[in-house]
């Protein structure tokens, strides 16, 4: 049984250039999540599918954010033109369509804008 | 406001004891879930343990055990027997229509 998986782990990227994060849900998992976690902070909901529709969005995700999961398997972050301030840890989750619909998340992708 | 607040930034415990872990939700939603979450040194978020507004007891996993008081709108998380490995950041969370909302953490180290 595969968790949920992220690539890359690491991106160094300088301002202004765009970014693209993808995340793998666990394979019969019909919801998925991005979120955004900085430094001594807890993780802050950026959006959700369940399959391929976009379900709900962050007032944080600016329009430099982009997210996409077009045939409701894996899914793609986008940034573009990156700030300093995006310098973050990126995290996807996923869940079953449940009551408790407890979320399990990847390992995240640690973004730092130069 | 908040809606999730952890009080605690960090915490010791002596390894073998047991350690308490608090926090405090706000919500008017009747119907609510809330999750701890454990964060290591490496940044992936584990799943521990889930309570639901409706269940009338307290959750336990193994080690892990819920002290869900929700007339204080409480949802304490109880360590037992702590071990080396144990040290980590740990999250508290409630789901709000899809998404979860997290406390600010607390780290806990435990001691030899």
């Known amino acids: 049984d595969t968790g949920v998986s992220q690539d890359p782990r690491h991106k160094i990227t300088k301002r202004g250039q765009n970014v693209t994060f993808r995340c793998d849900p666990i394979s019969e998992h019909n919801r998925l999540y991005w979120y955004r976690q900085t430094l001594g902070q807890g993780p802050e909901f950026l959006t959700y599918f369940q399959n391929e529709a976009q379900l709900e969005k962050s007032r944080l995700l600016s329009d430099r954010f982009s997210a996409e999961r077009p045939k409701g398997s894996f899914s793609t972050l986008e940034i573009q033109r990156t700030e300093q301030g995006d310098s973050a840890m990126y995290l996807c989750?996923?869940?079953?369509?449940?009551?408790?619909?407890?979320?399990?998340f990847g390992p995240g992708t640690r973004l730092l804008v130069l | 406001a908040q809606k999730i607040t952890q009080t605690q930034p960090g915490m010791f415990v002596q390894e073998k004891e047991a350690v308490t872990l608090d926090c405090t939700y706000d919500?008017?939603?009747?119907?609510?879930?809330l999750f701890w979450y454990k964060q290591p040194s490496s940044g992936e978020m584990i799943f521990l343990i889930y309570q639901g507004s409706y269940d009338q007891q307290n959750a336990t996993e193994g080690r892990y055990s819920l002290n869900f008081q929700k007339a204080r709108k409480s949802a304490n998380l109880v360590i037992s027997a702590s071990q080396l490995g144990d040290s980590a950041m740990y999250f508290c969370?409630?789901?709000?229509?899809?998404?979860?909302?997290f406390g600010q953490g607390t780290e806990l180290s435990v001691k030899p």
């Open positions: 969370a409630m789901r709000e229509g899809g998404k979860l909302i």
């Open positions: 919500t008017s939603d009747p119907s609510y879930g």
């Open positions: 989750a996923s869940s079953f369509r449940t009551d408790r619909e407890t979320q399990y």
